[in-house]
T-cell receptor, first 112, second 109 residues
């Protein structure tokens, strides 16, 4: 199994631009999570989906952030417009429903 | 939300044992987990323990759970330089995982 796949691995963009991060969960996993990691705030849960349905988006910082999961094998996290304070590593994780989560390698986002 | 606490830093000499501690708040957690994060990488599941167990051993790793005190520890025997990383404990609650701040383990050659 290829594990959780995220793209791009690195993204550098200018303030005000739209950013789209992508995630492909492990096949057969029914829940998907988006996290953000920064030095200041550590690991923060942004949103999670169960069977493609958003369950808890209380961690999404602002309306500039949105996430979708159109099918079981793909999810996106979009930031529009991006700001320098959005710079972080964004992780996607999936779980088969038994508790443990499997993380992707992350997308390092830099907004200048 | 749940509160999972860890000390931020730990330094040990190569060959010594490392003990990373964690406290959590939700007594109904079914599983507790330890993850390892190496530089530039995602979190990797190291091991987990079911809440009705008090110890689990897996090669160099020993997990101890004190459910009464809501205290979890990870012991790494014969610590190697490759063990240098950030270690996160996490508790399961409400179909979700709540992570601690992570403990940065530095192994001194």
């Amino acid at each position: 199994d290829a594990g959780v796949i995220q793209s791009p691995r690195h993204e550098v963009t200018e303030m005000g631009q739209e950013v789209t991060l992508r995630c492909k969960p492990i096949s057969g996993h029914n829940s998907l999570f988006w996290y953000r990691q920064t030095m200041m705030r550590g690991l923060e849960l942004l949103i999670y989906f169960n069977n493609n349905v958003p369950i808890d988006d209380s961690g999404m910082p602002e309306d500039r952030f949105s996430a979708k999961m159109p099918n079981a094998s793909f999810s996106t996290l979009k930031i529009q417009p991006s700001e320098p304070r959005d710079s972080a590593v964004y992780f996607c994780a999936s779980t088969p429903g038994s508790g443990e989560q499997y993380f992707g390698p992350g997308t390092r986002l830099t907004v200048t | 939300g749940e509160d999972v606490e860890q000390s931020l830093f730990l330094s040990v000499r190569e060959g010594d044992s490392s003990v990373i501690n964690c406290t959590y708040t939700d007594s109904s957690s079914t599983y507790l987990y330890w993850y390892k994060q190496e530089p530039g990488a995602g979190l990797q599941l190291l091991t987990y323990i079911f809440s009705n167990m008090d110890m689990k051993q897996d090669q160099r790793l020993t997990v101890l759970l004190n459910k009464k005190d809501k205290h979890l520890s990870l012991r790494i025997a014969d610590t190697q330089t490759g063990d240098s990383a950030i270690y996160f404990c996490a508790e399961s609650a409400a179909n979700n995982l709540f992570f601690g701040t992570g403990t940065r383990l530095t192994v001194i050659p």
